[in-house]
């Protein structure tokens, strides 16, 4: 019997007890976790069904003897939340298994699952064998009993309510009221908290229930000796923990359920195809009949759900004998295969004819339409030039059964195209990554790679073997005068045919070496700044010079000006009175490598004049008779600025001395419909002046 999914309960005995099994191994290294008692609910009539079991096998030899106390709290009454709502204790004494000695009228009335749970609570033995003595032994042995007696009593309790009620492990709250909701608690018990057990909770009311779902998605495989029988059990997970199969020989007047042992639901796992089924097998022959076959589901608390879908199978005899190529040949650019099928008692049903270009895959229908029995012979109009062929018998209620494949080859004198879609490129280590588009030819067996240091050069195969991908990785030197590679590609057939040359792919080599470096000949001091004269660097990658600066002492370089023409002199204005440059010539080519130039320096020849304030301006303040002046000068070591005034045409003179801290004056020595002229400089603590600034003119 085939079982894919678990029944909640049976999962915790299961999945638990094999955590225990460990436990000779790692008892010393593992902390033991903490157990917790797994509880569910359902609304029954007018009753309130509880079940519950811990999830370790300890916890419940442990709970055996101390017993659950339930418990339950008032959460709503008519649909209104309850306040102050206490538990209330639903079990006059904790609830044990019962007796030993009252389980005798319990296995009368049900054999199989209260003998299997009287003996995995009270049986001195649970079928594990002691063939080793020993110490070491004796306690594997014992957890091996633990195991099983836990995982068979939970199996046994969800197989039947009456007996998981008999195993301590369900409830029946008959006082539920249907306009109330409830919230119930399973706990150890509190007389007895020797060992520390989470508690057990569910929510429950009658307005929760609701019908037990059908089966659906019933399918069925008859074979000559059995039927499969199959149906969707996954989204059923929790609400059944095993399923009926029922079998019908009279077109469904009656039916006799097929599985003694129940199809339990087991919960799949990614080892398991098909894991959202379950499975059971009918051993009885279908051959020449019609059997009909249902299946119902058993929840946990023993309700049987409805019947599924009925299915109706008949089994026919299988297939057994492969068909068998007798001749596959060539004739006029077609190809003839013809086969034989042993004798068999399957009813077949007819043939397809499947090629392909591999051996091992890719191999489809070529004929439009299933070929009778009584054909054994078939013409392909349009064969590939490599072709595999097989022939496919099918027969009613079979699996199709393939001949072994046979192999023609077309006549082939045809090359194939050359391949195109080229590109590449090539790092700094020197290696090339090639690829190209993929020829669409069917036949086709590869690629080969060539090259060359120039274009119209002797190209060089590059690849060992005929490649079949469509790329290529390939190493070039870099330390070489030649600035780039070539490359061509050819296509080959699987009867060697070669294609012509493909067009040339060019790629520039990464260039590693910086160009030769640029050679300063001159640099002069000037009153308007510092000149400069240099030889370019003689290499021909080179794209650009640029002209660096630094204030001497430190290490501070910055590009004045960058020159792509063939520029060999420079005066730098923006150098400052005072300070001492160095000066270097960078050279960069077209790989964004570069080479500096010996470092010059110099220094802007001073005259004893600083410069002039570039930013004057005066505006007529009519309202208030007064002109405003105002500059900017970001000079330092100023002590103060001295204004010069004159009237329009007539001679300047030093009109005032403003403190070095102002970059304002009101002129209000004025005549009205007059035109002024005035200028500025600044006077340094050093004694230095600056020249005049521009004149400026406002008229009054």
Excluded: C
């Amino acid at each position: 019997m085939l079982k894919y999914q678990l029944s909640f309960f049976f999962v915790v005995g299961l999945l638990f007890a094999a955590n225990e099994g460990a436990v000779g191994q790692t008892r010393q290294r593992i902390k033991p976790r903490k157990a917790k008692i797994m509880t569910i609910a359902r609304p029954y009539r007018d009753s309130i069904l509880l079940r519950w079991a811990p999830d370790d096998q300890s916890a419940w030899q442990f709970l055996n003897k101390e017993g659950y106390v339930v418990k339950r709290q008032t959460l709503t009454r008519d649909g209104k939340l309850v306040s102050s709502s206490v538990f209330k204790v639903l079990t006059a004494k904790p609830i044990v298994p019962a007796p030993k000695a009252s389980w005798q009228a319990l296995v009368e009335a049900d054999d199989k699952y209260g003998t299997i749970a009287a003996q995995a609570l009270y049986g001195d033995d649970f079928e594990v064998t002691q063939e080793v003595k020993g110490n070491p032994a004796q306690v594997i042995n014992m957890v091996k009993q633990n195991e099983q007696r836990f995982s068979m009593a939970l199996f046994s309790a969800d197989q039947s309510f009456r007996i998981a009620k008999a195993m301590g492990l369900a409830f029946t709250d008959t006082t539920a009221k249907s306009n109330e909701s409830y919230r119930y608690v399973i706990i150890p018990n509190p007389k007895r908290r020797i060992r520390d057990i989470d508690s057990g909770m569910v929510d429950a009311s009658f307005l929760a229930a609701k019908p037990l779902p059908k089966v659906t998605d019933l399918k069925a495989f008859a074979m000559e000796n059995g039927v499969l029988v199959s149906w969707l059990s996954k989204p059923l997970l929790g609400q059944y923990t095993y399923y009926e199969v029922e079998r019908s020989e009279d077109e469904g007047q009656t039916f006799v359920k097929i599985n003694s042992i129940p199809t339990v639901n087991t919960q799949a796992n990614d080892d398991i195809p098909n894991a959202e089924r379950a499975f059971d097998m009918d051993s009885v022959s279908a051959l020449g009949r019609v059997l009909v076959y249902r299946v119902k589901g058993i929840s946990p608390f023993g309700e049987v759900g409805p019947s599924s879908d009925t299915i109706h199978v008949t089994a026919y005899h299988q297939l057994k004998e492969q068909p068998i190529i007798k001749e596959a040949k060539v004739h006029n650019g077609t190809v003839q295969i013809d086969w034989t099928l042993p004798k068999t008692e399957a009813e077949v049903t007819g043939f397809d004819i499947e090629r392909s270009s591999s051996k091992e895959k890719g191999f489809l229908k070529i004929n439009s339409q299933l070929i009778p029995l009584l054909d054994s012979s078939f013409i392909d109009l349009k064969p590939n030039n490599i072709n595999f062929y097989r022939v496919k018998a099918y027969a009613r209620n079979s699996p199709s059964l393939s001949s072994l494949d046979v192999l023609v080859q077309m006549p082939d004198s045809i090359p194939p195209a050359p391949p195109k879609g080229m590109s590449g490129e090539i790092n700094k280590k020197g290696i090339v990554k090639l690829k190209w588009e993929a020829n669409a030819e069917p036949d086709l067996f590869g690629y080969r790679v060539f090259r060359a240091n120039s274009e119209d050069g002797e190209y060089a195969q590059v690849t060992k073997t005929t490649r079949l991908l469509n790329s290529f990785i390939d190493t070039v030197d870099l330390k070489t005068l030649t600035k780039y590679v070539f490359y061509k590609f050819v296509a080959i057939d699987k009867r060697y045919n070669p294609s012509g040359f493909s067009e040339v792919l060019k790629l520039k080599r990464p260039d590693i070496v910086p160009p030769a470096s640029a050679v300063i000949t001159a640099i002069k001091a000037l009153p308007n700044g510092i000149y400069l004269s240099w030889y370019r660097s003689v290499s021909e990658d080179v794209v650009k010079h640029e002209l660096l600066r630094t204030p001497v002492g430190k290490e501070d370089w910055k590009t004045v000006i960058s020159f792509t023409d063939t520029t060999k002199s420079y005066v730098d204005q923006s150098a400052e009175l005072n300070q001492p440059y160095s000066y270097k010539i960078r050279a960069v080519d077209d790989s964004y490598l570069s080479s500096e130039s010996k470092a010059f320096t110099s220094k802007r020849l001073d005259l004893g004049l600083q410069p002039d304030v570039t930013i004057f301006r005066g505006t007529a303040d009519r309202e208030n008779q007064q002109i405003i002046l105002k500059w900017d000068y970001k000079r330092l070591g100023v002590s103060k600025y001295l204004l010069y005034k004159a009237e329009v045409s007539k001679p300047l003179r030093l009109y005032k001395a403003v403190d070095a801290n102002l970059n304002t004056f009101k002129d209000d020595q004025l005549f009205i419909n007059t035109s002024y002229e005035y200028r500025i400089k600044a006077v340094f603590a050093d004694g230095t002046e600056s020249r005049f600034s521009d004149r400026i003119v406002v008229e009054y």
